[in-house]
């Protein structure tokens, strides 16, 4: 096969580290890049924006029309690098011991510069089956974006059968991760005067309740093992509490966020409907026997639903080819695949770098990594161009 006629990974991985689009930031002129990089090659794209418009996906196919067909997804959002120490500039591109450093390199632009730079092969091929290209905003405050890209897919005629999400997996095919709900739970007490406390209706202590009803519900979790994640059962914990004014002050308000993170078998829905009924039906009534307008809310914050792909099926067994690697795997982290999977869109995750790199300062992506995804990319580009669904 003849070499893409476009710019190298390096280089197009630099444009990407230059744009800060860490989550609470536009990634508008990001996306804007992609695009003009697509419209350099003839290829049209959809940009997908939310209400305020300050933040968009990206859409784009190529080959022939009709459905089926594989889409290569990636997110464009970062983490911040707020109070991380970093040796190298975060936002641009260093080069070190055959390793490019930089915020996203890992997770995930270097994906994206691996996908972009071989979008000029596929064209030079004569394609059997679309390639479907997805690019989102907001995946790693609770896989926000992904949304509005999924229902544009749903009311196409012409839909992807596969996904790739090139997260950092060491190009490692990866079936399966646990899903995620996070909730976050506000307690509207009562302030008085400390000295006369039981005048009042303790916030925190009432937090505290339901925190220690949190840690009691998360211990039968651990009888429900599947030994293919690590951990091997689903995990239920506080992270975030604040509450309080004063030391003589009955605290009126407190807050806390608890997250679960749980097997694709697990009702995670019941471990949450338990807790809501501890605090409607025990805890709400003691509250408003001392003053009639306390309450407990609970809100959700994000959640996502696991993925489990049959790691024997034959997208799995091409995936294995593609990537040159027979070695299947489950990862700690989420991803999108869980809402493409609901969509009807069987999905695997597989990209360069790892996830012990990604989030950290001095984040970075190893060059031979991004070399066997261009490798994967070339793969199924030859399988594209000989085969059907």
């Keep these: 096969m003849s070499s893409p006629a476009s710019h190298s990974i390096r280089d197009i991985l630099s444009q990407l580290l230059r744009f800060d689009s860490t989550s609470r930031e536009s990634n ?19 940009l997908i924006f939310n209400t305020e418009g300050t933040k968009a996906n990206l859409y784009a196919r190529l080959g022939p029309p009709g459905n089926g067909g594989v889409m290569l997804s990636g997110h464009t959002d970062v983490v911040p690098v707020d109070g991380q120490n970093w040796s190298v500039p975060p936002f641009q591109l260093t080069k ?44 790693e405050v609770g896989c926000l974006g992904v949304r509005s890209l999924i229902e544009h897919l749903r009311a196409s005629p012409d839909k992807p059968a596969m996904c790739i999400i090139g997260e950092p997996t060491n190009m490692k095919p990866v079936y399966g991760h646990k899903g995620k709900i996070a909730m976050r739970c506000k307690v509207h007490g009562h302030a008085c005067h400390s000295a006369y406390t039981p005048e009042g209706v303790n916030a925190i202590e009432y937090a ?12 039968p979790l651990k ?13 239920l914990q506080t992270g ?50 001392i003053h009639g307008k306390s309450k407990i809310q609970f809100e959700t914050l994000a959640t996502y639903p696991p993925l489990l792909t049959d790691p024997q099926s034959d997208f799995a067994q091409w995936l294995a080819k593609w990537s040159n690697s ?24 597989c990209g360069p770098g790892s996830m012990e790199q990604g989030h950290k300062p001095d984040e970075f992506v ?16 030859e399988w594209m161009s000989d085969q059907t669904l």
Excluded: W
């Design 28 to 46: 508008i002129e990001l996306i804007q890049f992609i695009q003009h990089y697509l419209n350099a090659l003839n290829i049209d794209s959809t």
């Design 96 to 139: 070190q011991d055959n390793k490019y450093f930089g915020r996203g390199s890992a997770d995930m632009k270097g994906f994206i510069a691996c996908v972009l730079h071989v979008i000029p092969l596929f064209q030079e091929n004569q394609l059997t089956l679309p390639l479907h290209l997805a690019f989102s905003y907001d995946e």
């Design 208 to 219: 505290a309740k339901l925190i220690n009803k949190v840690t009691e519900l998360s211990t």
């Design 223 to 235: 009888e429900e093992q599947d030994e293919r994640f690590d951990p091997p059962y689903s995990t």
């Design 240 to 289: 975030l509490i604040q509450g309080g004014a004063a030391l003589n002050i009955v605290p009126e308000f407190c807050q806390f966020d608890v997250e679960m993170r749980y097997l694709p078998e697990s009702n995670a829905k019941a471990t949450f409907e338990t807790l809501q009924h501890y605090a409607s039906s025990c805890l709400e009534p003691e509250m408003q026997r």
């Design 326 to 349: 027979a070695e299947f795997d489950t990862v700690a982290f989420g991803t999108e695949g869980g809402l493409f999977d609901e969509a009807g869109v069987a999905t695997l995750v």
């Design 366 to 381: 190893q060059i031979d990594q991004l070399e066997q995804c261009k490798n994967m990319l070339t793969n199924l580009c």
